[in-house]
Nanobody, 125 residues
Framework: QVQLVESGGGLVQAGGSLRLSCAAS????????VSWFRQAPGREREFVAA?????????YYISSVKGRFTISRDNAENMVYLQMNSLTPEDTAVYYC?????????????????WGQGTQVTVSS
């Protein structure tokens, strides 16, 4: 069982940066793959980035954030981060972290059993 808590959202101007944090409970966190999703008003929840369990560590991004966002994890602190640079208004959404103990689950949010409550990111033009 894993519990997730996101933080770090806020209001930022276009071109600015934010770092989102996902704090996880659970002693076996290193064996979980973690993904970030986002959901804008009136839109479906969208995959943003993922990092596999520590034994692998591979990362994945949607094309629109490649080169701007970086996902990383600090297993000593049970944390996963999403560094977001060069933000645009199109990045405005509630951002969620999600975890799976069954390996990387891809881009379908329905395949992730553990979710945080979300953190709002608003980018002004």
């Amino acid at each position: 069982q894993v519990q997730l808590v996101e933080s770090g959202g806020g209001l930022v101007q276009a071109g600015g940066s934010l770092r989102l944090s996902c704090a996880a409970s659970g002693r076996t966190f290193t064996s979980y793959s973690v993904s970030w999703f986002r959901q804008a008003p009136g839109r479906e929840r969208e995959f943003v980035a993922a990092i596999r369990q520590t034994s692998d560590g591979s990362t994945y991004y949607i094309s629109s954030v490649k080169g701007r966002f970086t996902i990383s994890r600090d297993n000593a602190e049970n944390m996963v981060y999403l560094q977001m640079n060069s933000l645009t208004p199109e990045d405005t959404a509630v951002y969620y972290c999600a975890a799976s103990g069954s390996g990387y689950r891809g881009r379908d949010p329905n395949l992730y059993p553990y979710w945080g409550q979300g953190t709002q990111v608003t980018v002004s033009s």
